[in-house]
Antibody, heavy 125, light 106 residues
Framework: QALLVQSGAEVKKPGASVTVSCKAS????????LVWVRQAPGQGLEWMGW????????NYAEELLGRVTMTTDTSTNTAYLELRSLTSDDTAVYYC??????????????????WGQGTMVTVSS | DIQMTQTPSSVSASVGDRVTITCQAS??????LNWYQQKPGKAPKLLIY???NLETGVPSRFSGGGSGADFIFTISSLQPEDVATYFC?????????FGQGTKLEI
């Protein structure tokens, strides 16, 4: 059974950094891209960026440029999201999600069929 | 960025009712539109991809349609377990963007 399991909740002070992990199992990790999406309390969904595990390239939301880094470790089938210079506006549940089509598929990427359980990140002094 | 506008923002209906949600894109996005269901405290779940394709395992009472800038999501006969917030999402261009959500209550 394919699964994404994320790391646990974090509490950080303003200005700090946080790293959230997303461990994949049950499918060929390098064949599918991953995205990170966050959801502030009571709010909608915000796409943060995309990482191609196969190509090892990324695309980040413009408003996060300079503060965000997405990486993968193919030896452990784990993706990582690092967010720096945290403010209270970064308080949210962070999700990783897998694209439903593998790399090289004739269909375009951008639909997310498997999601992690979410990681709550709280930024508070 | 492409803006996605969902209507209504909330809806209350009865079991067995037909429920319709619309999503309008600020630019034409062909058929690159998904619908997700999110229950409280849970991750979103993909229901419909490419505007009208039902994801595997999703009940057939859910359907989607439209192309270009105007899309529709329908639940043909509302069930108690359908209480959730529903989001549309475009994937025609990066950054991928979501609608603000429609909260469905019974």
């Amino acid at each position: 059974q394919a699964l994404l399991v994320q790391s646990g909740a974090e509490v950080k002070k303003p200005g700090a950094s946080v790293t959230v992990s997303c461990k994949a199992s049950g499918y060929p990790f390098t064949s599918y891209s991953l995205v990170w999406v966050r959801q502030a309390p009571g709010q909608g969904l915000e796409w943060m960026g995309w990482i191609s595990v196969y190509l090892r390239n990324t695309n980040y939301a413009e408003e996060l440029l300079g503060r965000v880094t997405m990486t993968t470790d193919t030896s452990t089938n784990t993706a990582y999201l690092e967010l720096r210079s945290l403010t209270s506006d970064d308080t949210a549940v962070y999700y990783c999600a897998r694209d439903r089509v593998p790399y090289g598929d004739e269909n375009p990427p951008g639909s997310f069929d498997m999601w992690g359980q979410g990681t709550m990140v709280t930024v508070s002094s | 960025d492409i803006q996605m506008t969902q209507t209504p923002s909330s809806v209350s209906a009865s079991v067995g009712d037909r429920v319709t949600i619309t999503c309008q894109a600020s630019h034409g996005i062909s058929h690159y539109l998904n619908w997700y269901q999110q229950k409280p405290g849970k991750a979103p779940k993909l229901l419909i991809y490419a505007a009208s394709n039902l994801e595997t395992g999703v009940p057939s009472r859910f359907s989607g349609g439209g192309s270009g800038a105007d899309f529709i999501f329908t639940i043909s006969s509302l069930q108690p377990e359908d209480v959730a917030t529903y989001f549309c999402q475009q994937y025609d261009k990066l950054p991928y963007t979501f609608g603000q959500g429609t909260k469905l209550e019974i």
